[in-house]
């Protein structure tokens, strides 16, 4: 459906701002240790970490792994992520990783990394892609689904990556990730359904039309 309002704000630049924030971090040597996720200081009431803990990395390869990816996201997907929904995500995702972890991982002592936003955001992108080309968006829906349900097998390795990031990846944190992106794709796709069956002029990118 044709906007009539002013095309929405590209995720792109505050991919950028992102990106430049997981840098910095990673090369404040404090930074992971005030600002992780990390279950025995949150029980004591450092509430921030629950947040805070997704934007700082293990090291600075840790960082750039996850800097580039924040960027290509919004590049490819920067007609599908309106900046208003990109931070939509980045503000939910982070309490709702937080949360699955804590009760899915007991065992877990610290977290750190902003993959499994990224997973939010990938799987948001994807979805909002259907109406426009759904073969694509189904067949790359297809392999995120599967190269999920792999991750959560004991076929995985997590310590792949040991070498570079000097630590394993958190399955659970792409998991609860992607679900926080899916849930709020599917959501809008229905919103801008119920939005066109009203005759309202809907725009996905602008909003209803005045």
Same mark, same amino acid.
């Given at each position: 459906?044709? !906007? %009539?309002?002013? @095309?929405?704000?590209?995720?792109?630049?505050?991919?950028?701002?992102?990106?430049?924030?997981?840098?910095? &971090?990673?090369?404040? @040597?404090?930074?992971?240790?005030?600002?992780?996720?990390?279950?025995?200081?949150?029980?004591?009431?450092?509430?921030?970490?629950?947040?805070?803990?997704?934007? =700082?990395? #293990?090291?600075?390869?840790?960082?750039?792994?996850?800097?580039?990816?924040?960027? /290509?996201?919004?590049?490819?997907?920067?007609?599908?992520?309106?900046?208003?929904?990109?931070?939509?995500?980045?503000?939910?995702?982070?309490?709702?990783?937080?949360?699955? &972890?804590?009760? %899915?991982?007991? !065992?877990?002592?610290?977290?750190?990394?902003?993959?499994?936003?990224?997973?939010? /955001? &990938?799987?948001?992108? =994807?979805?909002?892609?259907?109406?426009?080309?759904?073969?694509?968006?189904?067949?790359?829906?297809?392999? /995120?689904?599967?190269?999920?349900?792999?991750?959560?097998? *004991?076929?995985? $390795?997590? $310590?792949?990556?040991?070498?570079?990031?000097?630590?394993?990846?958190? @399955? $659970?944190?792409? /998991?609860?990730?992607?679900?926080?992106?899916?849930?709020? *794709?599917?959501? !809008?796709?229905?919103?801008?359904? #119920?939005? %066109?069956?009203?005759?309202?002029?809907? !725009?996905? %990118?602008?909003?209803? $039309?005045?």
């Amino acid at each position: 459906m044709p !906007s %009539k309002g002013a @095309p929405a704000a590209s995720p792109l630049p505050p991919a950028v701002a992102l990106a430049a924030l997981f840098l910095l &971090l990673a090369l404040w @040597p404090a930074a992971a240790d005030l600002l992780c996720y990390q279950r025995d200081a949150q029980a004591r009431g450092e509430l921030w970490r629950v947040f805070t803990g997704h934007f =700082v990395h #293990l090291n600075l390869s840790h960082a750039l792994l996850n800097a580039t990816g924040t960027v /290509l996201v919004a590049l490819v997907l920067r007609q599908e992520v309106p900046a208003r929904d990109w931070w939509r995500i980045i503000l939910v995702a982070p309490f709702v990783i937080s949360l699955g &972890l804590w009760l %899915k991982q007991p !065992s877990l002592v610290a977290y750190v990394g902003f993959s499994g936003v990224l997973h939010g /955001l &990938l799987y948001f992108g =994807v979805l909002r892609l259907i109406p426009a080309a759904p073969g694509l968006a189904l067949a790359v829906l297809v392999l /995120l689904v599967g190269r999920q349900a792999w991750e959560q097998t *004991g076929a995985y $390795d997590p $310590d792949y990556l040991r070498g570079l990031i000097h630590g394993r990846v958190m @399955p $659970d944190a792409h /998991l609860f990730g992607a679900l926080t992106g899916g849930v709020y *794709g599917l959501w !809008s796709l229905w919103r801008d359904r #119920l939005h %066109k069956a009203a005759g309202t002029g809907y !725009s996905p %990118k602008t909003g209803p $039309d005045a």
